[in-house]
């Protein structure tokens, strides 16, 4: 379980990279870096709730439990800062399935 948590984190950060860039593309490189901060940090607490010691499941299950878990952390980042992001509020969804097909492949 600790090589799947070191893994999740990882894949989070990575993700989060991924989606700070986009962020950025889209507000024309303006947006505050407290903001790209705090998003990028959100994408390492998919990791880690996705990383979770969860008991096996079938990989439909899993990609359901990825997403559910997705829009969970990320609606608390969406909501945050008055539901001005929904594109980052989607990318939170599809990586938390992401991660837990990386995982379930």
């Given at each position: 379980?600790?090589?799947?948590?070191?893994?999740?984190?990882?894949?989070?950060?990575?993700?989060?990279?991924?989606?700070?860039?986009?962020?950025?593309?889209?507000?024309?490189?303006?947006?505050?870096?407290?903001?790209?901060?705090?998003?990028?940090?959100?994408?390492?607490?998919?990791?880690?709730?996705?990383?979770?010691?969860?008991?096996?499941?079938?990989?439909?299950?899993?990609?359901?439990?990825?997403?559910?878990?997705?829009l969970?952390?990320?609606?608390?980042?969406?909501?945050?800062?008055?539901?001005?992001?929904p594109?980052?509020?989607?990318?939170g969804?599809?990586?938390?399935?992401?991660?837990?097909?990386?995982?379930?492949?």
């Amino acid at each position: 379980m600790k090589k799947r948590m070191i893994e999740a984190l990882i894949g989070g950060a990575l993700l989060g990279v991924v989606c700070v860039v986009g962020a950025s593309i889209r507000s024309g490189f303006t947006a505050d870096p407290v903001f790209i901060f705090a998003l990028w940090f959100n994408r390492v607490i998919i990791g880690l709730v996705i990383g979770a010691p969860w008991s096996n499941s079938n990989k439909t299950n899993a990609l359901i439990r990825g997403g559910v878990l997705g829009l969970l952390v990320s609606f608390a980042f969406y909501s945050s800062t008055g539901f001005v992001d929904p594109v980052s509020f989607g990318a939170g969804i599809v990586y938390g399935v992401i991660l837990e097909a990386w995982f379930n492949r």
